[in-house]
């Protein structure tokens, strides 16, 4: 009986991390510790001063990531100073896509000044279990209490082309949102970019 519950129990973890399913708004997202480029594991805790974040799922190779990536070095400035820091995470397999491995992850972040916290998810459980799909892909998270609350989900802005045709950037008005005591609006968007390369099984 206990052999058969432990099983069920393993299947139904599984299951939880399937990729296209995840959090929606409103969902409580559970913390989670990576290893960060520096060799230390990271876990939202750790930011006891933080009114929320804005985690980033996204990697190395990935042209919408790249078009991104200065866009978020500013994101963090900005945002990191009201409260909402960037955590960045690359959950691709590194098998198929040799780019996105752990030590390219630092030489990039080097090279392109990351101001953020750039994470490894080596099992992909964090980014199966929060639904992502894309990279990047924007989940915008606000601390109550000792919960970490889903309030937007999608892009960063309106234009993964053109930086400087961007009429609407949505991680940046919802944070503000939050900040003024409103909800994102809008609190779900399309993110556009690449697919997440799961493994193989």
């Not at 009986?1 to 959090?23: C, D, E, I, N, Q």
Request: include cysteine; charge should be positive.
């Amino acid at each position: 009986m206990k052999k058969l519950l432990l099983l069920f129990t393993v299947f139904v973890s599984l299951s939880a991390f399937t990729p296209g399913t995840g959090y929606e708004v409103g969902s409580k997202a559970s913390d989670f510790k990576l290893k960060n480029i520096d060799d230390k594991e990271l876990s939202l805790a750790d930011f006891k001063d933080a009114k929320g974040f804005i985690v980033v799922f996204t990697c190395n190779h990935c042209p919408y990531s790249k078009k991104y990536e200065s866009r978020l070095v500013a994101l963090d400035k900005k945002c990191k100073k009201k409260g909402y820091p960037v955590i960045a995470i690359n959950p691709n397999d590194e098998v198929s896509h040799p780019e996105d491995s752990f030590e390219k992850m630092k030489e990039r972040a080097k090279e392109k000044g990351f101001t953020f916290p750039y994470l490894r998810d080596e099992t992909q459980t964090v980014a199966a279990a929060y639904g992502a799909a894309k990279t990047p892909h924007v989940y915008i998270l606000q601390k109550s209490g000792t919960d970490y609350i889903v309030k937007y989900i999608g892009a960063i802005d309106d234009n993964s082309d053109n930086e400087k045709q961007v009429k609407e950037k949505y991680v940046e008005n919802a944070v503000d949102n939050l900040l003024a005591g409103k909800d994102p609006e809008p609190s779900t968007t399309k993110a556009i970019g690449c697919s997440i390369k799961w493994k193989k099984p």
